[in-house]
């Protein structure tokens, strides 16, 4: 095998000497997106067939100016001159970055497997910059994303808020501790091995095995931290992970809890309450079935993705992953979104480990839109509404005067089914939207 692929780099590396000793042009690799930003200082003057800022005005045609990584204007007829002049067509439209409200980028590796409770992590501190998941995420026109632990441990750490573009520093980290999430449902207990199925033999025999234990152990743990506290106070030692969930339940703050299934959206909503903590609700499958609860609790929902999965097919990952995902995800209401938004729920979209796929964000908002969500509703649940709950929507979120110059150009309207990003611009550096 080495001497076969030693065979081809030769074989390749003549090609290209030959090339180059004849004067043809030799195909060289992409750079990389990261130094995409052009040294060139003169603004850059993007034209469409139409913009839409999504505060709720469309110009058409439109154009946006952007300079040093801010919007300068959004209108139409703009001029400006020495302007670097990007012209897109009559039939583009031009939207704010897409803000994907919840991805969980290779889950297996950012599961802790030896213990079910974690709040002390926190996943920024393994961010791979190099990752093709960013590019992913670009190619749904994605430019901001809350990145959420793995939800296969009852309690796994803290997200992160970043640009979808790393730079060299970290200022592409916007938010390096968000906020804590849990799991209910069966997913954290899917891999955990019952001991009388044969002597323990490996660290996958203990809790939880099922729901209730996923419940008690996180019930556990935070009745532990306010015992904690209170030991605390009195000059007892430190522990990292008892005084996350401390401070956490101090200060009233949020948790973001994956719930699939009615009886676990209500589990989850029981659990806030009990310990004083604001909910963020991550997929929600069935909460078409009770938005009421919802709004009752004042709970945040992050819905998605929808999936087109029939009973019976399994999907998902191995340790019983599959199987519970097929479980908790078959019950799928591709209207879901418009029954919200006819309730009264607001919402934000996410699509989860699909985050970075052909299932992404522009896909999970391309189907609510043809199965009824009114298409400037779409945009908000992926825009104005995630980059107000992640506490960004000073910078993006809209196309606004001095905000960052993150923007979309699609091929034509948003969220049709046949659309997608042609360019994916960030902080005023375009990234090709359909890079590898």
Same mark, same amino acid.
């Given at each position: ?9 030769? @074989? ?15 195909? %060289? ?18 034209? *469409? ?8 005005? +469309? ?13 300068? *204007? ?5 001029? @400006?001159?020495?302007?670097?002049? +990007? ?47 960013? @590019? ?5 026109? $994605? ?10 441990? $009852? ?6 808020? $970043? %640009? ?9 980290? &916007? ?45 556990? *743990? ?15 030692? &430190? ?60 709970? %945040? ?78 945009? +908000? ?23 960052? @110059? ?31």
């Amino acid at each position: 095998m080495l001497a076969l692929f030693t065979l081809c780099f030769a @074989a390749l590396s003549f090609e290209a000497l030959s090339l180059e000793a004849q004067g043809a042009a030799v195909p %060289k690799l992409a750079e990389d997106p990261r130094s995409a930003a052009s040294t060139d200082t003169r603004p850059i003057l993007i034209q *469409a067939g139409a913009v839409i800022d999504a505060k709720g005005q +469309r110009f058409a045609p439109g154009s946006v100016l952007v300079k040093d990584g801010k919007i300068l *204007a959004v209108g139409s007829g703009l001029v @400006a001159e020495n302007a670097e002049l +990007r012209e897109f067509g009559a039939r583009a439209v031009v939207t704010p970055g897409l803000i994907e409200a919840n991805a969980e980028l290779e889950p297996l590796e950012r599961a802790e497997e030896g213990v079910e409770i974690t709040p002390r992590l926190r996943l920024a501190d393994g961010l791979d910059p190099e990752s093709r998941a960013w @590019a992913g995420l670009r190619r749904n026109g $994605v430019t901001s994303a809350f990145l959420s632990p793995s939800g296969r441990s $009852v309690i796994s750490g803290r997200g992160a808020v $970043v %640009k979808t573009m790393p730079t060299a520093d970290d200022r592409w980290i &916007l938010d390096a501790a968000g906020a804590l999430k849990a799991t209910t449902g069966q997913e954290p207990s899917g891999g955990n091995i019952v001991p009388r199925f044969g002597r323990p033999n490996s660290i996958f025999y203990r809790r939880p095995t099922t729901r209730m234990g996923v419940t008690w152990e996180f019930r556990k *743990a935070f009745s532990d931290a306010q015992l904690y506290a209170a030991a605390r106070q009195a000059g007892g030692p &430190l522990d990292p992970d008892a005084q996350v969930l401390a401070d956490l339940m101090a200060s009233k703050g949020e948790i973001r809890m994956r719930a699939r299934l009615l009886q676990d959206i209500r589990t989850a909503i029981r659990l806030a309450e009990e310990f004083g903590l604001r909910l963020v609700i991550e997929e929600g499958i069935e909460s078409f079935r009770s938005p009421e609860e919802i709004l009752a609790a004042k709970a %945040k929902l992050i819905y998605g993705p929808t999936l087109f999965q029939p009973a019976g097919i399994v999907f998902g990952f191995g340790f019983g992953g599959g199987s519970v995902r097929q479980q908790e995800t078959d019950r799928n209401y591709l209207a879901t979104p418009a029954r919200l938004h006819a309730a009264g729920v607001e919402f934000a979209l996410g699509s989860a480990e699909y985050a970075a796929s052909d299932r992404g964000l522009a896909h999970q908002a391309a189907i609510a839109v043809h199965f009824g969500l009114p298409r400037e509703v779409a945009l +908000r649940a992926c825009t104005v509404v995630p980059a107000t709950w992640l506490g960004i929507d000073k910078r993006v979120g809209t196309l606004e005067v001095g905000k960052d @110059a993150d923007l979309v150009v699609w091929s034509g309207e948003p969220f049709e089914l046949a659309t997608r990003p042609v360019a994916v611009m960030v902080d005023g550096a375009f990234a090709d939207a359909q890079e590898d």
